[in-house]
């Protein structure tokens, strides 16, 4: 089982997404960046789609999502996230190919 801390980050930043409060959920992820806790590539997922949902810091929403795409080249989910992050970017061919 996950440490307790970790359900309860979990559980925030899941109850800021809901909440529609983009910024606090991507400041939420930051935070959990800045000190190593859950997995990198999640949570640089996750900022960058709070931070489309919200349309705030949207180039850094795509470093954010290029930067896990390396790794992570075949994953569905984060090939989503790109393609919404280029949509909101007003990109639309090329978010059409990420979300086809």
């Known amino acids: 089982h996950e440490p307790l801390e970790m359900q309860a980050h979990r559980l925030r930043r899941m109850s800021l997404h809901y909440l529609r409060r983009h910024r606090d959920e991507a400041a939420a992820a930051t935070e959990l960046l800045e000190k190593q806790l859950d997995d990198r590539d999640t949570l640089l997922n996750d900022r960058a789609y709070a931070r489309a949902q919200g349309e705030f810091d949207l180039e850094e929403a795509l470093k954010d999502i290029n930067e ?25 061919d090329e978010a059409l190919k990420d979300l086809e």
């Open 68 to 92: 896990v795409l390396k790794s992570h080249p075949e994953n569905s989910a984060f090939i989503d996230t790109r393609g919404y992050v280029l949509f909101k970017l007003g990109k639309y």
